[in-house]
T-cell receptor, first 108, second 115 residues
Framework: SQQGEEDPQALSIQEGENATMNCSYK?????LQWYRQNSGRGLVHLIL?????REKHSGRLRVTLDTSKKSSSLLITASRAADTASYFC????????FGTGTRLLVSP | ETGVTQTPRHLVMGMTNKKSLKCEQH?????MYWYKQSAKKPLELMFV???????ENNSVPSRFSPECPNSSHLFLHLHTLQPEDSALYLC??????????????FGPGTRLTVL
């Protein structure tokens, strides 16, 4: 299956620092998405990167994709306490497959 | 707000009860999904409806019964559940098409506790 696996499982940083999360998957993809989930809430789509793209930016988010290594990274720059959440990568088209997520804690 | 609403937000039920979860999307999408999220497990896709037809049933026990009466509404009927079915149930919708990339919009979820 195209299961995404995020790394690290948990990350604790101070406000203002950058946070980097990684995702690995197993099979070829058309695109990879990153989602965010605040505790006990629904997921919110952050960014989608297509298989023919290597890097994409959206505000303080930077996503890279390396299809040769079957991996992606999500970088959040100048983190804020409000960025505290779980972050998931997902692959697939109609049937999205999510990883277990990275729990990010940003302390003031 | 993502344009996807779910009710109720919290539900506590006994194993012999029958209840239903409701999801409504206001985005004009043509596909809807049910997911189950348990502690320390990846998000599990349960059902997919595309154009009101079920296209995916991911080996879900028959005590979970989905219904999609139209493209805006999705239900999950629950009966004789087990305590291990306690989880956060998430509904999502998306617009499927040749030019779309299946960004999914999630509701806030229903926190289900089975006693």
């Amino acid at each position: 299956s195209q299961q995404g696996e995020e790394d690290p499982q948990a990350l604790s940083i101070q406000e203002g620092e950058n946070a980097t999360m990684n995702c690995s998957y197993k099979t070829s993809i058309n695109n990879l998405q990153w989602y965010r989930q605040n505790s006990g809430r629904g997921l919110v789509h952050l960014i989608l990167i297509r298989s023919n793209e290597r890097e994409k930016h959206s505000g303080r988010l930077r996503v890279t994709l390396d299809t040769s290594k079957k991996s992606s990274s999500l970088l959040i720059t100048a983190s804020r306490a409000a960025d505290t959440a779980s972050y998931f990568c997902a692959t697939g088209f109609q049937k999205l497959v999510f990883g277990t997520g990275t729990r990010l804690l940003v302390s003031p | 707000e993502t344009g996807v609403t779910q009710t109720p937000r919290h539900l506590v039920m006994g194993m012999t009860n029958k209840k239903s979860l409701k999801c409504e999307q206001h985005l004009g999408h043509n596909a809807m999904y049910w997911y189950k999220q348990s502690a320390k497990k990846p998000l599990e896709l349960m059902f997919v409806y595309s154009l009101e037809e079920r296209v995916e049933n991911n080996s879900v026990p028959s005590r979970f019964s989905p219904e999609c009466p139209n493209s805006s509404h999705l239900f999950l009927h629950l009966h004789t559940l087990q305590p291990e079915d306690s989880a956060l149930y998430l509904c999502a919708s998306s617009q499927e098409g040749l030019s779309s990339y299946n960004e999914q919009f999630f509701g806030p979820g229903t926190r289900l506790t089975v006693l």
